[in-house]
Antibody, heavy 120, light 108 residues
């Protein structure tokens, strides 16, 4: 059974940093791209970014709203994807979902999400 | 960036009725790269349809997707009580993913 479990969320002050982790199980983690999606309270889904598998260079892409502040990485030996969030803003407050991304760009498995609250 | 616009914003129907949800793209999207998701309150989204018309694993056949180019449709043939939720379309453009703003399907 595919499982994705996010951790690391919490309350953080504006301008500070936070790192989220996504621990995967039930599939060959290294063979898949991984993506992060967020959802602000009461709002819709917003794509954050993704990291391709090593077979496709392990390269990353980001939404314009987070580019230069957020970094996605992966440790295939531990089956973990990370989202490093720097220079956080109040508008980054959201539930952050880790997802498995397929080659055609659809997201076939989602974690339960972790809440990040950016507030002073 | 490709913008996806979903309509209507809210759809009020009764169980047993047919639901038709629309997703329009600001420029042409490859059918291979168009997906639909369902989200219920307090839950993560769930993949329903990928490649515009292929049902994901375990999705009932009352859900179907169609369309091409800039116009895509999610149809629920006969609404069940558990189908009332928010639905999102999503596209992949090679280096970015975008979602529509969602359609809320509510019980009339």
């Amino acid at each position: 059974e595919v499982q994705l479990v996010e951790s690391g969320g919490g309350l953080v002050q504006p301008g500070r940093s936070l790192r989220l982790s996504c621990t995967a199980s039930g599939f060959s983690f290294g063979d898949y791209a991984m993506s992060w999606v967020r959802q602000a309270p009461g709002k819709g889904l917003e794509w954050v970014g993704f990291i391709r598998s090593k077979a496709y260079g392990g390269t990353t892409e980001y939404a314009a709203s987070v580019k230069g502040r957020f970094t996605i990485s992966r440790d295939d030996s531990k089956s973990i994807a990370y989202l490093q969030m720097n220079s956080l803003k109040t508008e980054d407050t959201a539930v952050y979902y880790c997802t498995r991304a397929r080659g055609a760009g659809y997201l076939d498995y989602w974690g339960q999400g972790t809440l990040v609250t950016v507030s002073s | 960036e490709i913008v996806l616009t979903q309509s209507p914003g809210t759809l009020s129907l009764s169980p047993g009725e047919r639901a038709t949800l629309s997703c329009r793209a600001s420029q042409s999207v490859s059918s291979s790269y168009l997906a639909w998701y369902q989200q219920k309150p307090g839950q993560a989204p769930r993949l329903l349809i990928y490649g515009a018309s292929s049902r994901a694993t375990g999705i009932p056949d009352r859900f179907s997707g169609s369309g091409s180019g800039t116009d895509f449709t999610l149809t629920i043939s006969r609404l069940e009580p558990e189908d009332f939720a928010v639905y999102y379309c999503q596209q992949y453009g090679g280096s970015a993913i975008t979602f529509g703003q969602g359609t809320r399907l509510e019980i009339k």
